[in-house]
Protein backbone atom coordinates (compact mmCIF):
# COMPACT_ATOMS: atom_id res chain seq x y z
CA UNK A 1 0.00 0.00 0.00
CA UNK A 2 1.35 3.54 -1.06
CA UNK A 3 1.70 5.35 2.27
CA UNK A 4 -0.10 9.08 2.42
CA UNK A 5 1.45 11.76 3.63
CA UNK A 6 0.83 15.85 4.67
CA UNK A 7 2.15 18.81 2.51
CA UNK A 8 5.13 19.37 5.13
CA UNK A 9 6.29 15.86 5.39
CA UNK A 10 6.07 16.14 1.46
CA UNK A 11 8.28 19.10 1.30
CA UNK A 12 10.73 16.99 3.95
CA UNK A 13 10.68 14.09 1.85
CA UNK A 14 11.93 15.99 -1.16
CA UNK A 15 14.81 17.73 0.81
CA UNK A 16 16.11 14.80 2.64
CA UNK A 17 15.68 12.34 -0.23
CA UNK A 18 17.48 12.12 -3.82
CA UNK A 19 14.37 10.21 -5.65
CA UNK A 20 10.60 10.91 -4.90
CA UNK A 21 7.60 10.53 -6.41
CA UNK A 22 4.42 11.95 -5.10
CA UNK A 23 1.27 11.38 -6.23
CA UNK A 24 -1.56 13.65 -6.11
CA UNK A 25 -4.55 12.20 -6.27
CA UNK A 26 -8.01 12.26 -3.90
CA UNK A 27 -10.94 9.47 -3.13
CA UNK A 28 -13.28 10.40 -5.22
CA UNK A 29 -11.24 10.57 -8.52
CA UNK A 30 -12.04 7.35 -10.90
CA UNK A 31 -8.46 8.12 -12.64
CA UNK A 32 -7.37 7.50 -9.59
CA UNK A 33 -8.37 4.98 -8.41
CA UNK A 34 -8.03 2.71 -11.84
CA UNK A 35 -3.79 4.00 -11.35
CA UNK A 36 -3.44 2.41 -7.54
CA UNK A 37 -3.70 -0.47 -9.04
CA UNK A 38 -1.07 0.30 -11.13
CA UNK A 39 0.72 1.79 -8.78
CA UNK A 40 0.63 -0.68 -6.04
CA UNK A 41 2.19 -2.96 -8.47
CA UNK A 42 4.64 -1.44 -10.46
CA UNK A 43 5.88 1.07 -7.42
CA UNK A 44 7.42 -1.46 -4.97
CA UNK A 45 10.17 -3.10 -7.92
CA UNK A 46 11.26 0.67 -7.63
CA UNK A 47 11.97 0.87 -3.90
CA UNK A 48 15.82 0.94 -4.01
CA UNK A 49 15.65 3.65 -6.23
CA UNK A 50 13.05 6.10 -4.82
CA UNK A 51 10.97 7.04 -2.53
CA UNK A 52 6.73 7.08 -3.28
CA UNK A 53 3.84 9.00 -1.43
CA UNK A 54 0.69 9.88 -1.74
CA UNK A 55 -0.72 13.33 -1.13
CA UNK A 56 -4.61 13.55 -0.95
CA UNK A 57 -5.49 16.93 -2.46
CA UNK A 58 -8.40 18.15 -0.68
CA UNK A 59 -7.16 16.85 2.46
CA UNK A 60 -4.12 18.79 1.84
CA UNK A 61 -5.77 21.58 -0.06
CA UNK A 62 -3.46 21.76 -3.03
CA UNK A 63 -5.65 22.83 -5.41
CA UNK A 64 -4.71 25.65 -7.66
CA UNK A 65 -7.56 28.21 -6.57
CA UNK A 66 -6.56 27.69 -2.96
CA UNK A 67 -2.80 29.35 -4.20
CA UNK A 68 -0.42 26.92 -2.46
CA UNK A 69 2.86 28.07 -3.64
CA UNK A 70 5.12 24.45 -2.96
CA UNK A 71 2.08 22.78 -5.36
CA UNK A 72 -0.52 23.85 -7.87
CA UNK A 73 -2.73 20.65 -8.78
CA UNK A 74 -5.09 21.43 -11.41
CA UNK A 75 -6.42 17.61 -11.83
CA UNK A 76 -5.76 14.79 -10.96
CA UNK A 77 -4.43 12.27 -11.02
CA UNK A 78 -1.03 14.06 -11.44
CA UNK A 79 2.18 12.31 -10.32
CA UNK A 80 5.34 14.63 -10.04
CA UNK A 81 9.02 12.72 -9.91
CA UNK A 82 11.99 14.93 -7.62
CA UNK A 83 15.74 14.50 -8.52
CA UNK A 84 18.09 15.90 -5.91
CA UNK A 85 15.22 18.27 -4.87
CA UNK A 86 14.21 19.33 -8.22
CA UNK A 87 11.48 18.05 -10.63
CA UNK A 88 12.42 16.04 -13.47
CA UNK A 89 8.90 15.20 -14.73
CA UNK A 90 5.06 15.78 -14.17
CA UNK A 91 2.15 13.77 -15.69
CA UNK A 92 -0.97 14.25 -15.47
CA UNK A 93 -4.34 11.97 -15.92
CA UNK A 94 -4.33 8.07 -15.94
CA UNK A 95 -1.25 6.51 -16.97
CA UNK A 96 -0.51 3.28 -18.13
CA UNK A 97 2.01 0.85 -16.84
CA UNK A 98 4.38 0.91 -19.66
CA UNK A 99 4.79 5.16 -19.32
CA UNK A 100 4.89 4.65 -15.62
CA UNK A 101 7.59 2.29 -16.12
CA UNK A 102 9.13 4.33 -18.95
CA UNK A 103 8.92 7.78 -16.31
CA UNK A 104 10.44 6.01 -13.36
CA UNK A 105 13.51 4.75 -15.41
CA UNK A 106 14.51 8.12 -15.28
CA UNK A 107 15.28 8.17 -11.63
Not at 28 to 33: H, L, N, S, V
Not at 54 to 80: A, G, R, S, Y
Amino acid sequence: MIGNITLAEAKDKIKNNKNVLLIFSTDWCGECKMNTLIWEKVLPEYEKTLVYFKIDVDKQKLWIENENPDFKINTVPTIIGYQNGKIIFTQKNFLPEAKLRALLEQF
